[in-house]
């Protein structure tokens, strides 16, 4: 081995330590930079070089904002020595779903059809975080319109999950994920509107909230996540941990009168949780759920007997129809503007999101009438689960049926039964048709080495208190570890 070689290896090295071992947090990171025991601009640096030693295997970045991030890097450290106010956040590397805008770059959504754009303006999630010092790594790949579970397109291409290259980290936050879970940042802001948070956290390992909606603003996101969009997608936070996920929380949460569905709620306290109830959902009506899985949020629900959270069996009644409400409300009620948007243009259409268009052509047409029906189903059974919820400060349940599958897998057998895609994810939008807040944490690996993550879902605005439970829930987990070096990149 030549002085280059050697000298480029000892850098590997030390950058995969520095994200890995006793900096992995994003918390801890942010810590240690406020102690002087790192510097912002080492953060930044460890954190190019494992994104120039991963990416290529994973495709998690749509654009690499290097010398910007130096910059700012440069620009927190020199407030440190000056003694200025530092934020929560302050020195800590992060990364956005490119479906945000970062001022001066495109907001591409994973579609040929935003080539040309440029954000004039950071989104206010994208701004609450800089004004806490966090430094923008870059953005993160997305479906094309962020409309599938599998994170791939015509621009950036595929992006492939750390744990297993030939699987899918998921969608439509895949990019995020994978980046997250590759220590090539520290966390970041991204969107859920059928699971595109949590399932991503499950498939990798990590954690990540979509919060009540109206908690975060998601004015500067494309799609557009006002009418009907928000009426089931919400941004959100997503890190390596729940502890993570609940700082940033605390930055993001916020009223935006620009957000029609943004509400004036203040943050609170973290609630005591011993004494407090929870309720045990094993499966969606009849769908079958892998064992591993299963098992995992079993051992999720003795945990939290274990901390004096006394839990019983949930099964709700009267929310059958949920997981056909939200396709109606994600992607029938909007895939008619969305067929407007595209006249034209069809042979530019990715193949996830001609999957997505596919899934919704055969339904029944879209009517005022239909429209206002299912809106009055859609509240009629919230009211019901949120009553039925009375006195639970979470229930704790699967994200999906199924483990991170391989790419463009679409059917499972699980317990002897074949399920799709649609079937697989539906415990994942129960939390976006219902309007409820859910948290996903790391729980367990399969026999294939590959993790499997719990959901708990809690009551409308009471995000904080899903936060702690998650928190402690981790704690009595014990430590989790994430892929190894040789998973995510050429050594």
């Not at 397109?153 to 290259?165: A, E, I, M, S, V």
């Not at 268009?357 to 047409?365: D, F, I, R, T, V």
């Not at 719990?454 to 981790?474: K, N, S």
Request: proline share 8%.
């Amino acid at each position: 081995m030549g002085l280059l070689e050697a000298r480029s290896s000892k850098l590997v090295t030390q950058s995969y330590n520095i994200l890995v071992t006793n900096r992995s947090s994003l918390c801890l990171m942010a810590d240690m930079v406020r102690e002087g025991a790192v510097s912002p601009i080492e953060l930044v640096e460890a954190h190019l070089r494992q994104i120039d030693r991963v990416n290529p295997s994973i495709n998690a970045f749509v654009t690499v904002l290097a010398e910007q991030a130096l910059a700012e890097a440069r620009s927190r450290q020199q407030a440190l020595a000056l003694r200025e106010h530092t934020g929560l956040l302050h020195g800590v590397p992060i990364t956005v779903k490119d479906s945000f805008d970062v001022a001066g770059e495109p907001t591409l959504a994973g579609s040929r059809m935003r080539v040309g754009n440029r954000a004039w303006a950071d989104a206010p999630a994208v701004a609450r975080l800089r004004a806490e010092g966090a430094i923008i790594l870059g953005k993160t790949n997305t479906p094309e319109l962020v409309s599938s579970y599998e994170t791939d397109n015509l621009l950036t291409g595929r992006t492939n999950n750390p744990w297993d290259l030939e699987r899918t980290p998921g969608g439509s936050s895949g990019g995020e994920a994978a980046a997250i879970t590759a220590f090539c940042s520290a966390g970041g802001i991204a969107s859920d509107g059928g699971g595109s948070i949590r399932v991503p956290a499950h498939f990798c390992g990590i954690a990540g909230l979509k919060p009540t909606p109206g908690r975060v603003p998601a004015t500067g996101h494309f799609p557009s996540l006002g009418y009907p969009g928000g009426l089931t997608s919400v941004a959100g936070p997503i890190a390596r941990t729940a502890e993570d996920v609940r700082r940033l929380f605390s930055v993001l949460a916020g009223y935006d009168p620009a957000d029609p569905f943004s509400a004036p709620v203040p943050l609170r306290l973290p609630e005591p949780v011993r004494g407090r109830r929870a309720g045990l959902w094993e499966q969606f009506g009849d769908v079958p759920v892998g064992s591993e899985i299963r098992f995992a949020v079993r051992r999720a629900a003795t945990l939290l007997e274990e901390m004096h959270m006394p839990v019983e069996p949930f099964t709700p009644r009267g929310v059958d129809r949920a997981p056909n409400l939200w396709a109606f409300l994600f992607a029938q009620w909007p895939s008619l503007a969305l067929r407007k948007l595209l006249e034209g243009r069809e042979s530019e259409v990715h193949w996830t999101l001609a999957e997505s268009l596919e899934a919704s052509a055969n339904s029944e047409s879209v009517t005022a009438d239909r429209v206002l029906r299912e809106l009055a189903a859609r509240d009629r059974m919230r009211a019901a689960i949120i009553a039925q919820m009375e006195g639970l400060a979470a229930v704790v349940m699967p994200v999906c049926s199924i483990p991170a599958f391989r790419h463009r897998e679409r059917r499972w057998e699980i317990e002897g039964r074949s399920i799709g895609l649609f079937q697989a994810m539906m415990p994942a939008v129960i939390a976006n048709v219902m309007g409820l807040p859910a948290v996903t944490i790391p729980f367990a690996k399969t026999a294939a080495g590959l993790p499997v993550g719990i959901q708990l879902m809690g009551r409308p605005y009471e995000d904080e208190l899903l936060l702690e439970i998650a928190v402690l829930l981790e704690q009595a987990r014990g430590p989790w570890t994430g892929p190894t070096a040789a998973n995510i990149g050429p050594e």
